[in-house]
């Protein structure tokens, strides 16, 4: 079965910097289409960032693009969000989803499988 595991949240300070990884294990991740999310209590997943399954297309949602970097390592079968300059609004538990077959890149419906989370809190 294909499982997706979040690491690297954390506290810290605004304009600090936090790279979180999302390992994909079960399924050909070379073949995933892989993107990431975010959730505050409250709120609808908002759509942060994705890949596609040969990195070429790349997206970003209006609020990180020029903060945030996603990039893919293949050989580590893992796919990273490097956020730069954090702001307080930027506080959320962070998602990581992987998905084949579609263009939907930025919407919650383009991926089939999806990890548990990672915490950011982010303070002023």
């Known amino acids: 079965q294909v499982q997706l595991v979040e690491s690297g949240g954390g506290a810290a300070q605004a304009g600090d910097s936090l790279t979180l990884s999302c390992a994909v294990s079960g399924g050909p991740f070379g073949s995933y289409a892989l993107g990431w999310f975010r959730q505050s209590p409250g709120k609808e997943r908002e759509f942060v960032a994705a890949?596609?399954?040969?990195?070429?297309?790349?997206y970003y949602g209006d609020t990180m693009k020029g903060r945030f970097t996603i990039s893919r390592d293949n050989a580590k079968a893992t796919v990273y969000l490097q956020m730069n300059s954090l702001k307080p609004e930027d506080t959320a538990v962070y998602y990581c989803?992987?998905?084949?077959?579609?263009?939907?890149?930025?919407?919650?419906?383009?991926?089939?499988?999806w990890g548990r989370g990672t915490q950011v809190t982010v303070s002023s």
């Open positions: 890949i596609s399954w040969n990195g070429v297309l790349i």
């Open positions: 989803g992987a998905g084949t077959g579609s263009t939907y890149y930025t919407l919650e419906m383009g991926y089939k499988y």
